[in-house]
């Protein structure tokens, strides 16, 4: 008997991932270049190692409070405070499975089948697969026009267009994957037009540490009450592995939050708590360091794409470059970036991966060394040389 007949018939609207599939044919090609992988390449601060050290040896073997311990949610809310300006008490914190749980949740939380999710792309797309398995409708909105930024015109007239379905809008800032972000102005213009409309803002800031231009803003300052706020510590203490996000709403929302949470999960790992807690409590500004590294190599990459043709919108934060394809190269973005990986040895994420607005574009993520940098834009080059000789034959 065929027996996938009979699964959830949400997963026959999800597909399997591209970009894990792209990553995969190009991590078996020898000398190849890595721009694809999108987690920090430095190590986890010394400190807090030696915390979840501490835990082991002090026996924290058991389960935590389903929702966080107590020090790391008042961490948390100490750190949101002290950072940020964003004012959530320990109860409003739900300490997840890393942030991909704490999506997971908000959009499963708050959708009834048949509501709708406006998305802008190009965007991370786990906030498209979430929303469908959950029975809504993806609302895939272009923002290519307007520098990769949901304007507040091109959402008043998406929910005008969509109607009282729309539940829930998905901003993701600093941007995975275009590196753009927001002022709080631009945040607050977006809230004026949710502001007393039935519709949640999920807002995720995983990489809030990593802003480049201006202190980070928040949609939390000037719509808190329907703000669904995701962070946690994988990009700002390099602690990917560590499983830990943070999930924070207001405390009627977040009881109902954490029914899910808890019977998806039940808690996280008592250890990881314990290293958050330090990262948190005295490790706030750890990703300083990293950050000032991240711009330089931004900064390299964006020069040489520059100088090869390539347009870029200047990534404000995060560690990713989308850059559209020079014009006189090959523009079916898929094609090209097989190509350069078969090629030129160097792997970079086709940017329609990403939804629309992200054909003839790449996505390049610099969390790798500056030495690997130097040698894939080498390599770029020479690709992008031999591309152009080829033409003229």
Not at 245 to 267: D, M, R, W, Y
Request: charge should be negative.
């Amino acid at each position: 008997m065929e027996m996938t007949k009979y699964l959830n018939t949400q997963l026959a609207g999800v597909k399997a991932s591209d970009i894990l599939a792209f990553a995969n044919f190009a991590s078996g090609i020898p000398n190849i270049v890595n721009f694809t992988v999108g987690e920090p390449d430095f190590n986890t601060p010394e400190h807090v190692q030696q915390a979840a050290i501490r835990s082991i040896q002090e026996n924290h073997s058991h389960y935590a409070p389903s929702n966080g311990t107590q020090e790391l949610r008042q961490n948390v809310s100490d750190y949101l405070a002290d950072k940020y300006d964003q004012h959530y008490t320990p109860e409003e914190v739900i300490v997840t499975e890393g942030a991909t749980e704490a999506i997971y949740t908000a959009i499963v939380s708050v959708l009834n089948p048949g509501d709708k999710v406006i998305i802008p792309t190009p965007t991370f797309p786990l906030y498209i697969a979430d929303v469908t398995v959950a029975g809504g409708q993806p609302i895939l909105v272009d923002t290519s026009a307007t520098d990769f930024k949901l304007t507040p015109e091109l959402l008043a007239q998406t929910i005008d267009r969509e109607g009282p379905s729309v539940k829930m809008v998905v901003l993701n800032y600093p941007d995975n994957p275009t590196g753009v972000t927001y002022s709080q102005a631009e945040l607050d213009a977006l809230g004026d037009v949710l502001r007393d409309k039935p519709i949640f803002a999920l807002c995720d800031e995983i990489y809030s540490e990593l802003n480049y231009d201006h202190p980070h803003a928040s949609l939390t300052k000037s719509l808190r009450e329907q703000t669904i706020l995701i962070s946690g510590v994988s990009k700002s203490h390099a602690m990917t592995g560590w499983r830990i996000g943070l999930l924070c709403a207001p405390q009627n929302v977040v009881n109902e939050l954490s029914k899910i949470h808890q019977f998806t999960i039940t808690s996280t790992a008592t250890v990881a708590q314990d290293a958050a807690a330090e990262a948190l409590g005295n490790g706030q500004d750890d990703a300083l360091p990293m950050k000032a590294e991240y711009q330089k190599r931004r900064d390299y990459i964006l020069d040489t794409l520059n100088e090869l043709g390539f347009q870029t919108v200047k990534p404000s934060g995060a560690f990713y470059i989308y850059t559209k394809i020079a014009p006189d190269l090959e523009q079916d973005d898929v094609k090209f970036a097989y190509d350069l990986a078969k090629n030129g040895h160097v792997a970079a994420v086709p940017g329609s991966y990403f939804g629309p607005g992200g054909d003839h574009y790449l996505r390049l993520s610099y969390a790798t060394s500056m030495a690997e940098i130097k040698r894939g834009m080498t390599q770029l080059q020479q690709y992008v040389a031999d591309q152009r000789v080829s033409q003229t034959v």
